[in-house]
């Protein structure tokens, strides 16, 4: 018994269109190249969308009360730290109600990598009297805590961060 085989031919042809657009018909290889080829264009070009950098809607951000509200008297104290490390920047919000005689408030914003040993990060000017402050921060570290000086009687504050990452 014999079987025939059919002859493939390696070589692909290239014809014009019946259509007489000028357009050119592949047959063989060829065709089997141009779908490879644009189906890897199709895949590099879908990797290039999925890397992109993250657009601001992304962009998660937390809110912490670093310190409640409260009357703080003349002290030298610390909020409690809080870990921060996943993001990389921050607001700092603080809310001055109730001065009481003639009193400063100094505030420090201190980091640690190891939530032992502390370093200043930034000092906000002295405040004096009622009302708000505000604070932009970068490159803050693993944890962070609020550091803040009552000279005088007493304030009424609270302190809050908005941080994103």
């Known amino acids: 018994m014999t079987m025939h085989i059919p002859r493939i031919n390696k070589t692909a042809s290239v014809r014009r ?3 007489g657009d000028g357009s050119l018909v592949l047959r063989g290889p060829k065709i089997l190249l141009c779908a490879v080829l644009a189906l890897l264009a199709a895949i590099f ?34 909020s409690t730290a809080f870990d921060v490390s996943s993001y990389t920047e921050g607001q700092i919000f603080i809310d001055v109600t109730v001065e009481a005689g003639t009193s400063t408030l100094d505030i420090t914003i201190q980091t640690s990598p190891d939530n032992a040993t502390w370093y200043t990060h930034t000092t906000v000017g002295q405040i004096s009297a009622i009302g708000q402050t505000r604070t932009a921060i970068t490159n803050f570290g693993n944890y962070m805590r609020i550091n803040y000086v009552v000279g005088g009687t007493s304030f009424t504050f609270s302190v809050t961060g908005v941080f994103k990452n």
């Open 45 to 78: 070009i879908a990797e290039l969308v999925a890397a992109s950098p993250a657009r601001a809607d992304d962009r998660k951000t937390r809110v912490i009360t670093l310190l409640s509200s409260g009357v703080k008297t003349a002290a030298t104290a610390q």
């Open 17 to 19: 269109s019946a259509a």
